[in-house]
């Protein structure tokens, strides 16, 4: 197992964790070491134990109002995703409801082929007349 040495609160703390693991580590004690940071530049030196138990109760409490963040912004999204699904349904409606403005092409060239035949046949008639 392998052993990483983090500086938290300019202390030095050696720590085993799994293999691969190191990075998250390190970035872990970064995020308390900057709290710790924080709070003796604040206060001043503390005992140790004191140190680490406070740094960790203000990450504790910076993790609650992101989470309250997150669970306001995936309210939020889900909103909007029953929204975008209402608008859909909606317009797959009208859509369905809406007269045709011209008829299927097929249709409508044969229309006028039956019409340009007619018309010859009257002309015919006419002139034959």
């Known amino acids: ?18 293999k691969g693991e190191e990075p998250h580590l390190k970035a872990a004690a970064k995020l308390l070491s900057a709290e710790a940071d924080t709070l003796q530049s604040q206060i ?11 740094s960790g109760l ?3 409490d910076k993790v609650k109002e992101m989470e309250a963040a997150v669970g306001g912004a995936v309210t939020r999204i889900e909103e ?4 975008i699904a209402a608008t859909e349904t909606r317009m797959t409606s009208m859509a369905a409801a809406a ?5 299927n092409e097929e249709v409508l060239l044969r229309s006028y082929e039956d019409a340009v035949l007619r018309l010859e046949e009257l002309a015919d008639e006419i002139e034959g007349k």
Do not use: D, Y
Request: hydrophobic share 50%; aromatic share 4%.
């Open 1 to 18: 197992m392998p052993e990483v040495t983090v500086s938290i609160g300019k202390r030095n703390f050696v720590l085993a964790c799994n």
């Open 99 to 103: 007269p045709k403005a011209f008829p």
């Open 80 to 83: 909007l995703e029953a929204q």
């Open 58 to 60: 203000m990450l504790a």
């Open 44 to 54: 001043g030196r503390v005992p140790e134990a004191r140190m680490l138990l406070m």
